[in-house]
């Protein structure tokens, strides 16, 4: 099982970025896709996550209106899209994959990316 993420980089605070998670190898399941952050000093945190269907998504509650998680299942990718950017999204961003469990838990995420990093410039 491999979750690459991508489309992480630098960007001026009020800037967007949008992250893609491609992946492959996963059984022939339904899984759903979480987005969770690093920031340097700090533990890993919930972002955003979506069903298998794309038919219900969660956010962090200091997230919802600039994140938008969606995902392409004929691509087998999830995507991120975050806008109005601020110095305090830096972080290194994971996605992962589950097929039960509460979405905004980490222990409850099976596979894991290897993170993309995002810096917001002040």
């Known amino acids: 099982v491999q979750l690459q993420a991508s489309g992480g980089g630098l960007v001026q605070a009020g800037g967007s970025l949008r992250l893609s998670c491609a992946a492959s190898?996963?059984?022939?399941?339904?899984?759903?896709m979480g987005w969770f952050r690093q920031a340097p000093g700090k533990g890993r945190e919930f972002v955003a996550a979506?069903?298998?269907?794309?038919?219900?998504?969660s956010y962090a509650d200091s997230l919802k209106g600039r994140f938008t998680i969606s995902r392409d299942n004929a691509k087998n990718t999830v995507y991120l899209q975050m806008n109005s950017l601020k110095p305090e999204d830096t972080a290194v961003y994971y996605c992962?994959?589950?097929?039960?469990?509460?979405?905004?838990?980490?222990?409850?995420?099976?596979?894991w990316g290897q993170g993309t990093q995002v810096t917001v410039s002040s």
């Open positions: 979506i069903t298998y269907s794309g038919g219900s998504t």
């Open positions: 190898g996963l059984p022939r399941s339904t899984y759903a």
């Open positions: 992962a994959a589950t097929r039960f469990g509460n979405l905004d838990l980490i222990h409850e995420y099976d596979y």
